[in-house]
Protein backbone atom coordinates (compact mmCIF):
# COMPACT_ATOMS: atom_id res chain seq x y z
CA UNK A 1 0.00 0.00 0.00
CA UNK A 2 0.56 3.72 -0.58
CA UNK A 3 1.09 5.36 3.03
CA UNK A 4 0.54 9.19 2.97
CA UNK A 5 2.07 11.28 5.63
CA UNK A 6 0.85 14.82 6.77
CA UNK A 7 2.91 17.39 8.82
CA UNK A 8 2.37 19.02 10.89
CA UNK A 9 -0.36 17.54 12.64
CA UNK A 10 -2.17 20.46 13.78
CA UNK A 11 -1.42 24.19 13.11
CA UNK A 12 -2.57 27.54 14.90
CA UNK A 13 -2.69 30.82 12.26
CA UNK A 14 -4.05 34.39 12.55
CA UNK A 15 -6.69 35.03 10.28
CA UNK A 16 -5.29 36.48 7.30
CA UNK A 17 -1.91 34.73 7.79
CA UNK A 18 -0.92 32.07 5.20
CA UNK A 19 -1.28 27.87 6.28
CA UNK A 20 1.40 25.15 4.43
CA UNK A 21 -0.05 21.46 5.07
CA UNK A 22 3.16 18.98 3.74
CA UNK A 23 1.63 15.19 2.48
CA UNK A 24 4.43 13.03 1.85
CA UNK A 25 3.65 9.17 -0.15
CA UNK A 26 5.64 6.10 0.07
CA UNK A 27 5.80 6.15 -3.69
CA UNK A 28 6.20 8.51 -6.50
CA UNK A 29 1.86 9.52 -7.53
CA UNK A 30 3.42 10.38 -10.73
CA UNK A 31 0.74 8.47 -13.52
CA UNK A 32 3.10 8.60 -16.22
CA UNK A 33 0.65 7.49 -18.49
CA UNK A 34 -1.13 10.86 -18.12
CA UNK A 35 1.60 13.20 -16.56
CA UNK A 36 -0.06 13.77 -13.79
CA UNK A 37 0.56 13.53 -10.08
CA UNK A 38 -2.90 12.00 -8.89
CA UNK A 39 -2.71 13.14 -5.58
CA UNK A 40 -6.01 15.13 -3.69
CA UNK A 41 -6.95 17.41 -1.15
CA UNK A 42 -9.75 17.40 1.22
CA UNK A 43 -11.06 19.74 3.38
CA UNK A 44 -13.43 18.47 6.66
CA UNK A 45 -15.60 20.65 8.45
CA UNK A 46 -17.11 18.83 12.09
CA UNK A 47 -20.05 16.83 11.65
CA UNK A 48 -19.65 16.95 7.71
CA UNK A 49 -18.22 14.90 4.59
CA UNK A 50 -15.30 15.99 3.06
CA UNK A 51 -14.83 18.35 0.19
CA UNK A 52 -12.85 18.21 -2.64
CA UNK A 53 -10.54 21.31 -3.09
CA UNK A 54 -7.40 20.37 -4.76
CA UNK A 55 -7.06 16.98 -7.51
CA UNK A 56 -4.14 15.95 -10.02
CA UNK A 57 -1.83 17.86 -7.05
CA UNK A 58 -2.84 21.51 -7.91
CA UNK A 59 -5.92 21.48 -9.84
CA UNK A 60 -8.44 23.69 -8.23
CA UNK A 61 -12.34 21.92 -7.88
CA UNK A 62 -15.05 24.38 -9.31
CA UNK A 63 -16.00 26.78 -6.62
CA UNK A 64 -13.14 26.77 -4.59
CA UNK A 65 -11.73 29.89 -3.48
CA UNK A 66 -8.56 30.58 -5.33
CA UNK A 67 -6.73 31.45 -1.90
CA UNK A 68 -6.60 27.24 -1.50
CA UNK A 69 -3.60 25.57 -3.82
CA UNK A 70 -1.83 22.55 -4.57
CA UNK A 71 1.86 22.00 -5.53
CA UNK A 72 4.05 19.54 -5.91
CA UNK A 73 5.04 16.11 -7.43
CA UNK A 74 6.34 12.65 -6.92
CA UNK A 75 6.12 12.48 -3.20
CA UNK A 76 5.97 15.43 -1.93
CA UNK A 77 2.97 17.85 -2.00
CA UNK A 78 1.71 21.12 -0.47
CA UNK A 79 -1.32 22.19 0.34
CA UNK A 80 -1.46 26.30 0.52
CA UNK A 81 -4.10 28.36 2.36
CA UNK A 82 -3.07 32.20 1.03
CA UNK A 83 -4.86 34.19 3.19
CA UNK A 84 -6.70 32.11 6.61
CA UNK A 85 -10.37 32.75 6.56
CA UNK A 86 -12.50 31.98 9.45
CA UNK A 87 -14.34 29.28 7.40
CA UNK A 88 -11.44 27.52 6.84
CA UNK A 89 -10.89 25.77 10.25
CA UNK A 90 -11.09 22.46 9.39
CA UNK A 91 -9.06 19.08 9.05
CA UNK A 92 -7.57 19.04 5.65
CA UNK A 93 -6.68 15.28 4.01
CA UNK A 94 -4.42 14.28 1.24
CA UNK A 95 -5.33 11.13 -0.80
CA UNK A 96 -3.42 9.57 -3.18
CA UNK A 97 -5.09 7.56 -6.11
CA UNK A 98 -1.73 6.14 -7.96
CA UNK A 99 -2.42 2.88 -6.69
CA UNK A 100 -5.00 0.45 -5.61
CA UNK A 101 -5.90 0.12 -2.12
CA UNK A 102 -6.43 4.00 -2.15
CA UNK A 103 -5.30 5.87 0.76
CA UNK A 104 -5.45 9.21 2.65
CA UNK A 105 -3.04 10.47 4.61
CA UNK A 106 -3.86 11.02 8.53
CA UNK A 107 -4.94 14.51 8.39
CA UNK A 108 -3.86 18.01 9.79
CA UNK A 109 -6.22 20.30 11.63
CA UNK A 110 -6.42 24.29 10.88
CA UNK A 111 -7.28 26.15 13.67
CA UNK A 112 -7.64 30.29 14.39
CA UNK A 113 -4.38 31.58 16.22
CA UNK B 1 -26.15 18.75 -8.47
CA UNK B 2 -24.92 15.25 -8.10
CA UNK B 3 -26.58 13.88 -4.36
CA UNK B 4 -26.19 10.80 -2.51
CA UNK B 5 -28.16 9.60 0.40
CA UNK B 6 -26.88 6.63 2.10
CA UNK B 7 -29.64 4.46 4.02
CA UNK B 8 -29.46 1.25 6.63
CA UNK B 9 -29.18 0.32 10.37
CA UNK B 10 -27.39 2.85 12.30
CA UNK B 11 -26.85 -0.46 15.17
CA UNK B 12 -25.78 -3.66 13.85
CA UNK B 13 -24.43 -6.75 16.04
CA UNK B 14 -21.16 -8.12 16.63
CA UNK B 15 -21.11 -11.50 14.18
CA UNK B 16 -23.71 -10.28 12.08
CA UNK B 17 -24.07 -7.99 8.67
CA UNK B 18 -23.32 -4.58 8.17
CA UNK B 19 -25.73 -3.17 4.70
CA UNK B 20 -25.65 -0.23 3.47
CA UNK B 21 -27.74 1.25 0.48
CA UNK B 22 -26.63 5.00 -1.55
CA UNK B 23 -29.38 6.09 -3.24
CA UNK B 24 -27.65 8.93 -6.03
CA UNK B 25 -29.98 11.74 -7.45
CA UNK B 26 -29.26 14.58 -10.17
CA UNK B 27 -27.25 12.23 -11.99
CA UNK B 28 -26.73 8.56 -13.09
CA UNK B 29 -24.80 5.69 -11.68
CA UNK B 30 -24.27 4.83 -15.43
CA UNK B 31 -21.68 7.11 -16.70
CA UNK B 32 -18.71 5.20 -17.16
CA UNK B 33 -16.47 8.06 -16.16
CA UNK B 34 -17.60 7.64 -12.52
CA UNK B 35 -16.67 4.45 -10.31
CA UNK B 36 -18.98 4.30 -7.26
CA UNK B 37 -17.30 4.18 -3.67
CA UNK B 38 -17.91 3.08 -0.05
CA UNK B 39 -15.44 5.22 2.49
CA UNK B 40 -16.12 4.90 6.26
CA UNK B 41 -13.94 7.27 9.41
CA UNK B 42 -14.56 5.36 13.00
CA UNK B 43 -15.38 8.43 15.48
CA UNK B 44 -12.63 10.87 16.25
CA UNK B 45 -10.31 9.14 12.82
CA UNK B 46 -9.12 9.44 9.82
CA UNK B 47 -10.72 8.10 6.52
CA UNK B 48 -10.61 4.48 4.84
CA UNK B 49 -11.50 3.41 1.06
CA UNK B 50 -13.57 0.51 1.46
CA UNK B 51 -14.44 -0.16 -1.87
CA UNK B 52 -15.39 0.71 -5.53
CA UNK B 53 -17.78 -0.41 -8.20
CA UNK B 54 -18.28 0.52 -11.38
CA UNK B 55 -22.03 1.05 -13.41
CA UNK B 56 -20.78 -2.20 -15.24
CA UNK B 57 -20.53 -4.11 -11.81
CA UNK B 58 -16.81 -4.02 -12.02
CA UNK B 59 -15.55 -4.31 -8.43
CA UNK B 60 -12.32 -3.28 -6.02
CA UNK B 61 -12.40 -4.13 -2.51
CA UNK B 62 -9.92 -2.81 0.13
CA UNK B 63 -7.80 -6.09 0.41
CA UNK B 64 -7.93 -5.30 3.85
CA UNK B 65 -11.48 -5.68 4.52
CA UNK B 66 -12.20 -7.90 0.97
CA UNK B 67 -13.09 -10.82 2.59
CA UNK B 68 -15.97 -10.05 4.07
CA UNK B 69 -17.10 -7.36 1.18
CA UNK B 70 -19.72 -7.09 -1.27
CA UNK B 71 -20.54 -4.23 -3.20
CA UNK B 72 -23.10 -4.40 -6.00
CA UNK B 73 -25.12 -1.39 -8.37
CA UNK B 74 -29.01 -1.30 -9.27
CA UNK B 75 -28.77 1.06 -12.15
CA UNK B 76 -32.35 1.03 -12.61
CA UNK B 77 -33.00 2.02 -9.11
CA UNK B 78 -30.07 4.24 -9.47
CA UNK B 79 -28.48 2.84 -6.10
CA UNK B 80 -25.69 0.79 -5.06
CA UNK B 81 -24.94 -1.05 -1.70
CA UNK B 82 -22.67 -2.67 0.53
CA UNK B 83 -22.47 -5.76 2.51
CA UNK B 84 -19.65 -6.71 4.85
CA UNK B 85 -19.79 -9.57 7.16
CA UNK B 86 -18.83 -10.64 10.49
CA UNK B 87 -18.47 -7.16 12.21
CA UNK B 88 -16.72 -6.30 15.21
CA UNK B 89 -16.58 -2.95 17.10
CA UNK B 90 -13.66 -2.30 14.97
CA UNK B 91 -16.19 -1.48 12.28
CA UNK B 92 -18.18 1.00 14.40
CA UNK B 93 -17.61 4.19 11.94
CA UNK B 94 -19.31 7.00 9.70
CA UNK B 95 -19.38 5.17 6.08
CA UNK B 96 -19.77 7.64 2.84
CA UNK B 97 -20.55 6.40 0.01
CA UNK B 98 -18.99 8.62 -2.91
CA UNK B 99 -18.88 9.19 -6.51
CA UNK B 100 -15.54 8.84 -7.83
CA UNK B 101 -14.10 10.41 -10.46
CA UNK B 102 -11.88 7.81 -12.88
CA UNK B 103 -8.32 9.33 -14.02
CA UNK B 104 -7.91 5.39 -15.24
CA UNK B 105 -9.50 2.66 -14.12
CA UNK B 106 -9.67 2.64 -10.44
CA UNK B 107 -7.61 5.64 -9.97
CA UNK B 108 -10.25 7.77 -8.11
CA UNK B 109 -11.09 11.05 -6.43
CA UNK B 110 -13.93 11.73 -5.08
CA UNK B 111 -16.04 14.49 -5.98
CA UNK B 112 -19.46 14.21 -4.33
CA UNK B 113 -20.07 12.55 -0.81
CA UNK B 114 -23.29 11.75 1.33
CA UNK B 115 -23.83 13.00 4.53
CA UNK B 116 -22.14 9.96 6.17
CA UNK B 117 -24.26 7.97 8.03
CA UNK B 118 -22.83 6.41 11.77
CA UNK B 119 -22.85 2.85 11.96
CA UNK B 120 -22.72 1.42 15.59
CA UNK B 121 -21.82 -2.18 16.16
CA UNK B 122 -22.35 -3.08 19.69
CA UNK B 123 -24.54 -5.70 21.33
Known amino acids: DIVMTQSPDSLAVSLGEGATINCKSSRSLLYSAKNKNLLAWYQQKPGQPPKLLIY???IRESGVPDRFSGSGSGTDFTLTISSLQAEDVAVYYCQQYADLPLTFGPGTKVEIK | QVQLQESGPGLVKPSETLSLMCTIS??????????WSWIRQPPGKGLEWIAYLSWSGATNYNPSLKSRLTVSVDTSDNQFSLKMTSVTAADTAVYFCARGYSSDGGRLHFDFWSQGTLVTVSS
Open chain 2, 26 to 35: GGSVSIGTYH
Open chain 1, 56 to 58: WAS
